[in-house]
């Protein structure tokens, strides 16, 4: 098969790229760097024909909706025009969160279902990478702070682009479709994430003050509304302390 991945040169789609790949199938990434904008439509159709499957791994947080919404629908479109179904990556519990970035990513799958085109949408919880990076985020020295029960369930990155790459390889579904959710195998509240990650660099347990959630984004992590009711998710892929155990010492960017 012809697989278009849209942000094949990112931190996921690159990894869909070598899973695709390796399963025997022709792969082409697309995004700005192979002449394809999706704030723009440059190179977007030429992109999709011809592809059997379009993955959507593109994004681009600091633009506002440009990508994240508009950009998702104009891709959507391409790929419904020509026919071809789309795979979709989102984000686990984004039905009633408040946060921004998480509102825009629901738009963007009620834009892909608006199109009425073949696709599915599998949405994954936090990567490690990400729940590290918050984690550091918040200690500051021996000492982490937690809003209320606020808790992951953080997955490997690996695990996610192999099930978009088995959603693309798979059968076509006939309309829109959500796939069931992706989640790596444990929750991790802060003060434990928090606790993992000094240890791997060899300091002591910090010490973790909770604070109430105050606001709507604060009381919807708080309530681990980004975290998979017991059995809704599927679960997989290295837990965060065996991808820790893979990392440098000393963890940079997401
Ligand atoms: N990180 C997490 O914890 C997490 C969890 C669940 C779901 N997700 C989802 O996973 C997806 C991928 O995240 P990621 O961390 O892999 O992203 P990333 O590393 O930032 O990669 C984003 C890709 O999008 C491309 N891109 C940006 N602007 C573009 C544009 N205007 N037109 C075409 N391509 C564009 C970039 O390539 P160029 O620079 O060449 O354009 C890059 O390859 C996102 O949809 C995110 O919501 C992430």
Redesign the pocket.
């Given at each position: 098969m012809r697989i278009v991945v849209?942000?094949?040169?990112?931190?996921?789609?690159?990894r869909v790229v070598r899973e695709v790949t390796a399963r025997g199938h022709q792969v082409v990434?697309?995004?700005?760097?192979?002449g394809?904008?999706?704030?723009?439509g440059e190179g977007l159709a030429d992109a999709v024909a011809g592809a059997d499957v379009v993955v959507?791994?593109?994004?681009?947080?600091s633009?506002g909706d440009?990508?994240?919404v508009y950009?998702t629908r104009r891709l959507a479109d391409a790929a419904a025009d020509s026919g071809v179904h789309l795979v979709h990556?989102?984000?686990?519990g984004i039905d009633d969160h408040p946060m921004t970035?998480y509102r825009r990513?629901l738009r963007a799958e009620q834009g892909i279902q608006a199109t009425g085109g073949p696709a599915t949408v599998l949405?994954?919880?936090?990567?490690h990478?990400?729940?590290a990076f918050f984690a550091r985020t918040i200690t500051k020295g021996p000492l982490t702070v937690t809003i209320g029960d606020m808790a992951f369930q953080?997955?490997d990155?690996d695990f996610?682009a192999a099930r978009l790459a088995d959603l693309a390889l798979g059968a076509r579904p006939t309309a829109y479709a959500r796939a069931t959710d992706v989640a790596g195998p444990d929750v991790l509240t802060v003060g434990e994430l928090a606790t993992l990650l000094r240890a791997h660099r060899g300091a002591s347990a910090p010490r973790v003050v909770r604070f109430p959630a105050v606001g709507g984004v604060m009381r919807a992590f708080a309530e681990r509304r980004t975290v998979p009711s017991p059995g809704d998710a599927q679960t997989g892929g290295l837990p965060f302390v065996a991808w820790l155990a893979t990392q440098p010492e000393r963890l940079t960017g997401?």
């Amino acid at each position: 098969m012809r697989i278009v991945v849209a942000g094949g040169a990112g931190d996921l789609g690159s990894r869909v790229v070598r899973e695709v790949t390796a399963r025997g199938h022709q792969v082409v990434p697309a995004s700005r760097r192979t002449g394809v904008d999706l704030t723009t439509g440059e190179g977007l159709a030429d992109a999709v024909a011809g592809a059997d499957v379009v993955v959507n791994c593109a994004d681009d947080t600091s633009r506002g909706d440009d990508v994240t919404v508009y950009g998702t629908r104009r891709l959507a479109d391409a790929a419904a025009d020509s026919g071809v179904h789309l795979v979709h990556v989102s984000i686990v519990g984004i039905d009633d969160h408040p946060m921004t970035y998480y509102r825009r990513k629901l738009r963007a799958e009620q834009g892909i279902q608006a199109t009425g085109g073949p696709a599915t949408v599998l949405r994954s919880t936090q990567f490690h990478s990400l729940a590290a990076f918050f984690a550091r985020t918040i200690t500051k020295g021996p000492l982490t702070v937690t809003i209320g029960d606020m808790a992951f369930q953080p997955v490997d990155t690996d695990f996610v682009a192999a099930r978009l790459a088995d959603l693309a390889l798979g059968a076509r579904p006939t309309a829109y479709a959500r796939a069931t959710d992706v989640a790596g195998p444990d929750v991790l509240t802060v003060g434990e994430l928090a606790t993992l990650l000094r240890a791997h660099r060899g300091a002591s347990a910090p010490r973790v003050v909770r604070f109430p959630a105050v606001g709507g984004v604060m009381r919807a992590f708080a309530e681990r509304r980004t975290v998979p009711s017991p059995g809704d998710a599927q679960t997989g892929g290295l837990p965060f302390v065996a991808w820790l155990a893979t990392q440098p010492e000393r963890l940079t960017g997401r």
